[in-house]
T-cell receptor, first 109, second 114 residues
Framework: GEDVEQSLFLSVREGDSSVINCTYT??????LYWYKQEPGAGLQLLTY?????DMKQDQRLTVLLNKKDKHLSLRIADTQTGDSAIYFC?????????FGAGTTVTVRA | EAQVTQNPRYLITVTGKKLTVTCSQNMNHEYMSWYRQDPGLGLRQIYYSMNVEVTDKGDVPEGYKVSRKEKRNFPLILESPSPNQTSLYFC?????????????FGAGSRLTVL
């Protein structure tokens, strides 16, 4: 099956940009996704990108996709305390979604 | 309100005692799926269903059963739970009509098997 890997922790100062990185193994993945999980809650979709795109911007969020290297990143501009959460990268393979282990982002004052 | 509802949210049980975690969605989604979340492992897919009466194994199906008799419901059955099934379980539903498999997740069910 598909392997999706991401670093486990990121600490960032409030107001700075956060960059979360992810790699995946299946080059046939059509869509790549970013989900956010706040404490005690389920996952919520943040954004997704089609594999023939290399960038997508949505307000404070920028997704970069390097399909050749199978590398995906999520940049959060002007990080706020409400951005503290676990962020999951996911890649699809037919009708299956494979998730990474999640990156815990801690925003410090 | 569009949502995925799981019950129970918390459960402590003993080895071997059959249990069912229910999942219901009100969005008329064709696709439903169960995941388990374990520290350091992220979400792993247990089973998924493309539509009524159609179910398929995910990455970690051993020890679990599912059924999809109605479009809105997708229960997860543990016939004989074991301690290694202690985990946080999420049900999700989605539609593939736009191409992307955008999932709506339930709030999670924390299961402890003693």
């Amino acid at each position: 099956g598909e392997d999706v890997e991401q670093s486990l922790f990121l600490s960032v100062r409030e107001g700075d940009s956060s960059v979360i990185n992810c790699t995946y193994t299946d080059s046939s993945s059509t869509y790549l996704y970013w989900y956010k999980q706040e404490p005690g809650a389920g996952l919520q979709l943040l954004t997704y990108i089609f594999s023939n795109m290399d960038m997508k911007q949505d307000q404070r969020l920028t997704v970069l996709l390097n399909k050749k290297d199978k590398h995906l990143s999520l940049r959060i501009a002007d990080t706020q305390t409400g951005d503290s959460a676990i962020y999951f990268c996911a890649a699809d393979n037919d009708y299956k979604l494979s998730f990474g282990a999640g990156t815990t982002v801690t925003v410090r004052a | 309100e569009a949502q995925v509802t799981q019950n129970p949210r918390y459960l402590i049980t003993v080895t071997g005692k059959k249990l069912t975690v229910t999942c219901s969605q009100n969005m008329n989604h064709e696709y439903m799926s169960w995941y388990r979340q374990d520290p350091g492992l992220g979400l792993r897919q247990i089973y998924y269903s493309m539509n009524v009466e159609v179910t398929d194994k995910g990455d970690v199906p051993e020890g679990y059963k599912v059924s999809r008799k109605e479009k809105r419901n997708f229960p997860l059955i543990l016939e004989s739970p074991s301690p290694n099934q202690t985990s946080l379980y999420f049900c999700a539903s989605g539609t593939m009509s736009s191409g992307a498999n955008v999932l709506t997740f339930g709030a999670g069910s924390r299961l402890t098997v003693l």
